[in-house]
């Protein structure tokens, strides 16, 4: 199954224009800053917001043709929609919001009952079932709403910052459910978000949007090496790593990455993704004698031009990047094949 789209649709009087191809059980990332548009593409895809121009094509189902008139209505795409703002009914249950589209579409009570039970336990709400949508936390509430758009099965899956809201302690195993829901019913699944980390743990194919248009489309690694603007090379600079945690003594714990061991405030257990921006990290000749908790070491593989800045790459394991002052480099003598350390405060790692 494949989704190809390519809309122009206008936003109030704001012009969006985005072209992507997404296939069955392999997200797209949709990443760009607040405004850029991302929010109308999932739209225009849904058909709540009608596109001026082209087309959109499920399979070989033509949803939306601009030079044929063609049209399918909304509740007429076999599309599921997670909400920012989770968008339930906050008189219903939790249960009774998940069964909603359900009941809908016409699905036999015992189905249906089924159905919705088995999507709230896919995403540890199914405690919650009973409660009212309005007594629920923002977090809770957005679990309900991915469970909800699960529980229809739908051939394309459209998620508008679909872990915003969600607290760290939830946000993984909930991700983990997500990705196992899109790869196991070979889904159609497109993505936004405006968080780097959260963007390519989701994808490795990702499109950036600015001021509504798609600027550059890649892999992670691939707009971290070659950026085309200077958010671009922001966004993709971040250090971005997997790993497992164990609690340690003094209100920390370590992370296993790749055989290197980091430290993050606060208690974590199982798998992790840890962000460290480029100007967290600091660079220098021997390693120092700091409160920094982390540290590597490795040859420089690259340095790389960021506005007034320069990106640098240290090969080591796991790779880093750090972003520092050029009179910086200088004085490191930053050169492709040279040894520096790179250190970071545990304090500076967000843990996703």
């Not at 040279?338 to 996703?352: C, I, N, Q, W």
Request: a negative charge; one cysteine or more; hydrophobic letters at 45%.
């Amino acid at each position: 199954m494949n989704l190809s789209v390519d809309i122009d649709v206008l936003a109030g009087s704001f012009p969006v224009s985005c072209q992507l191809q997404a296939a069955a059980g392999a997200p797209v990332a949709i990443v760009g800053l607040s405004g850029a548009g991302k929010t109308t593409v999932l739209r225009g895809i849904a058909g709540l917001a009608r596109a001026a121009r082209g087309s959109i094509v499920c399979d070989d189902e033509v949803w939306f043709d601009s030079q044929t008139a063609g049209w399918v209505p909304p509740q007429n795409r076999d599309c599921g929609f997670v909400f920012a703002d989770a968008a339930l009914f906050g008189h219903m249950s939790a249960f009774e919001n998940v069964a909603f589209g359900l009941r809908a579409r016409g699905d036999r009570t015992a189905i249906l009952n089924q159905r919705a039970m088995q999507a709230l336990e896919l995403v540890g709400v199914a405690g919650f079932a009973k409660r009212r949508a309005s007594s629920l936390s923002t977090g809770e509430a957005q679990r309900v709403a991915i469970a909800r758009a699960l529980a229809l099965d739908p051939r394309v899956l459209l998620l508008d910052e679909p872990l915003g809201a969600i607290d760290v302690e939830h946000r993984t195993p909930v991700r983990e459910a997500l990705l196992r829901a899109i790869a196991e019913r070979e889904m159609i699944a497109v993505i936004v978000s405006h968080d780097p980390a959260e963007a390519a743990l989701f994808s490795d194919s990702l499109l950036v949007m600015e001021a509504g248009s798609v600027v550059q489309r890649g892999t992670p690694a691939e707009l971290r090496e070659h950026p085309l603007t200077r958010y671009v090379a922001a966004f993709a600079g971040v250090n971005l790593y997997r790993g497992v945690a164990s609690p340690v003594q003094g209100g920390v714990s370590e992370v296993d990455v790749d055989g290197s061991m980091f430290t993050i405030l606060g208690t974590a257990s199982g798998p992790v993704a840890l962000v460290i921006d480029p100007d967290a990290v600091v660079l220098s000749r021997e390693r120092p004698s700091s409160s920094a908790r982390n540290w590597l070491v490795g040859n420089v593989a690259a340095v790389v031009a960021d506005g007034p800045s320069l990106r640098v790459s240290i090969a080591s394991t796991p790779s880093i990047v750090a972003r520092i002052t050029r009179r910086s480099a200088d004085e490191l003598g930053c050169v492709p094949g040279a040894t520096l350390h790179a250190t970071f405060k545990a304090s500076e790692v967000r843990v996703h």
